[in-house]
């Protein structure tokens, strides 16, 4: 029962917390062209958190390890508290997961909150699908 508590708590302060900018601009682009994959995380994690960490990194790689070895996708695990002005700049304020290419940007955070945990392999289909995006515009 609390375990049930604490995951509906967790998934409803990423919902609240989270501005869905999907395909948006923002103010302060990354100055290159990579595919930044940002897994922003808080003090206290629930298993589904911890769930689309492991997955997005586990995808990143073995599907893009040319890609991040020469940079054109990077993935990096980002601490809301010691990176205020980055979770700032894409108005998370919890868990969330935000991909971004030259400032448009993708927030997958439901569909990670929807997957990670009980399909990681459906959420990793759509991760993947949504990176090949990036790539290619």
């Known amino acids: 029962m609390k375990i049930k508590l604490l995951s509906a708590l967790c998934l ?36 589904t ?3 689309i960490e492991k997955c997005t990194q586990e995808l990143v790689e073995q599907q893009y390890a040319n890609e991040a070895k020469s940079g054109k996708v990077r993935f990096q695990p980002v601490s809301i508290d010691e990176n205020e002005a980055l979770a700032g700049k894409y108005e ?14 993708c927030n997958l955070t439901d ?16 991760l993947k699908a949504e990176i090949d995006k990036m790539l290619h515009q």
């Open 12 to 47: 409803l302060i990423a919902m609240i917390g989270c501005g869905n900018t999907t395909n948006q601009n923002a103010n302060g682009n990354p100055s290159d062209d990579a595919v930044h994959v940002y897994c922003f995380y808080g003090k206290q994690r629930c298993p």
């Open 92 to 105: 998370v304020a919890w868990s969330s997961l935000i991909i971004d290419r030259s400032g448009k940007i």
């Open 49 to 51: 958190c911890l769930a």
């Open 111 to 126: 569909m990670g909150f929807k997957y990670a945990r009980n399909n990681p392999d459906e959420f990793k289909a759509r």
